[in-house]
């Protein structure tokens, strides 16, 4: 089971820390990714830290603006968020991934086994 939260409402340029606590698996084996799906727009994928070192992944739409972290005693998953702008508007899911992160590479259109119910996050003045 993985359970999204810390969405909200927030001002252009502000910045929100996602949650995504896993249950059921361990962050030793599974990797961790982030999509977010937006009215009327494809699912993007967004980011993923890997099972076998930690890595992060991002795609170029997010690289140097999010970050992607986990906490293997809390097996938790973060993915803060900076900068946020209105196209950033959109629920954001966690999903279960390959050690080498490859559904990121396929936005979670297939590969995930898992994802959770996602989280609300609206960029808006």
């Known amino acids: 089971q993985l359970v999204e939260s810390g969405g909200g409402l927030v001002q252009p340029g502000a910045s929100l820390n996602l949650s995504c606590v896993v249950s059921?698996?361990?962050?030793?084996?599974?990797?961790i990714g982030w999509f977010r799906q937006a009215p009327v727009k494809e699912r993007e994928g967004l980011s993923c830290?890997?099972?076998?070192?930690?890595?992060?992944f991002y795609a170029d739409s997010v690289k140097g603006r999010f970050t992607i972290s986990r906490d293997m005693a809390r097996n938790t998953v973060h993915l803060l968020m900076n900068n946020l702008k209105a196209e950033d508007t959109a629920v954001y899911h966690c999903?279960?991934?390959?050690?080498?992160?490859?559904?990121?590479?396929?936005?979670?259109?297939?590969?995930?086994?898992?994802w959770g119910q996602g989280t609300q996050v609206t960029v808006s003045t």
């Open positions: 999903a279960s991934d390959s050690p080498e992160c490859s559904a990121l590479k396929k936005d979670y259109n297939e590969g995930a086994d898992y």
């Open positions: 059921g698996f361990t962050l030793e084996y599974w990797s």
């Open positions: 830290v890997s099972a076998r070192d930690g890595f992060g």
